[in-house]
């Protein structure tokens, strides 16, 4: 028997001590080490960053406890705030930020950088600055600029961190001196991406992106009259949401994305009936994030209609998301590879 649900009837209600908890890292990443972090012999940064943070775990905290003496009487080295992870996709970026997470002390915060910026959007700027200055490590996956509002937002919030004590860390794909390149009109918030560029040193991580070496191509999309007998076959015991996907789209609009970790609590998979092109921006950045989390608790999807390399309009492929759709669309592809063919994702 398959126990089924809809999302699209799920509307969770989070207190703020139950955000604050959701951050931390997937259960994909839930057992990382840097010793389980396997360094490509051909690329010797990736040997050098494990070195350079277990040297920045090492520093987290460092300060607690000294006392009115030291503070006062012994001379302050001049450090930034936070170390950035630079490099392509899937070159364990992830697995060693979510590495540095488990080996600094806590208090500690790790989530993607949509789901900061989700959170000053649930909580206010002030009260989450209020919440994360308590830590002693922030980690921010994913780190990227994608409009002028962001880029004022994360410069606030990076600066009173750091100002407070906080140290940070995060990931990207483009240096933080360049974030917001050909997104929008960079140059007019060039003061607000330095006093972010600021906050870092950055450590280069070259390497193959894992996610193009030989995978498989994703699989052809399911018929409706498959689906019923596919989703017993897969999910014999398990709690499967299944959704129309326009209703679940138009659902996604009244739930507030620092909710969606909440929404797939307890789903083991999702069933989506007659997938279609996204054309709204809105919607498909909704999407987007949604996408993040069932990548995160890794759930398998089955889903007939339009393949996933076909959710989002050539133009957006193509336009100042293109990082944030390609992603989806990997990670779409990669839990309905699972769904269908067992494939890991």
Not at 186 to 202: G, H, P, S
Not at 325 to 342: C, I, K, P
Request: charged content about 25%.
């Amino acid at each position: 028997m398959v126990q089924i649900e809809q999302l699209a009837a799920r509307t969770p209600a989070v207190s703020v001590d139950e955000l604050l908890k959701g951050f931390y890292p997937s259960a994909r990443f839930g057992q990382v080490s840097f010793a389980s972090y396997r360094p490509d012999p051909n690329q010797p940064s990736q040997a050098a960053a494990i070195k350079g943070l277990e040297g920045f775990a090492g520093g987290v905290g460092a300060g607690d406890g000294d006392g009115l003496f030291k503070k006062f009487f012994t001379k302050k080295v001049a450090t930034r705030a936070g170390i950035y992870l630079d490099g392509g996709f899937g070159v364990g970026k992830t697995h060693l930020l979510a590495s540095l997470w488990h080996a600094a002390p806590g208090p500690k915060a790790f989530g993607t950088f949509v789901e900061y910026t989700n959170l000053v959007g649930a909580l206010s700027f002030r009260k989450t600055v209020e919440a994360l200055s308590h830590y002693k490590l922030v980690c921010i996956d994913e780190f990227e600029l994608d409009d002028p509002g962001d880029t004022v937002l994360m410069s606030r919030l990076m600066r009173e961190l750091a100002d407070a004590g906080v140290k940070l860390a995060a990931t990207s794909n483009t240096l933080p001196g360049s974030l917001g390149d050909g997104r929008f009109a960079a140059v007019d918030f060039a003061r607000e991406i330095q006093v972010l560029a600021d906050q870092f040193d950055v450590i280069r991580i070259d390497g193959e992106d894992f996610r193009h070496r030989g995978l498989p191509a994703a699989p052809a999309p399911l018929k409706n009259s498959q689906l019923a007998a596919q989703m017993k076959a897969e999910f014999n015991g398990k709690t499967v949401a299944e959704d129309e996907f326009s209703s679940l789209i138009g659902h996604l609009a009244g739930v507030h994305p620092s909710r969606y970790r909440q929404l797939i609590d307890g789903i083991d998979g999702v069933v989506w009936r007659n997938v279609e092109t996204i054309t709204e921006q809105a919607v498909a950045l909704r999407f987007v994030v949604l996408a993040d989390r069932l990548y995160d608790k890794d759930v398998p999807i089955l889903a007939s209609g339009v393949p996933f390399d076909k959710l989002f309009t050539d133009e957006m492929m193509h336009g100042g998301y293109t990082k944030k759709y390609f992603r989806a669309v990997s990670r779409l592809t990669a839990l309905a590879r699972e769904g269908q063919n067992h494939e890991p994702s």
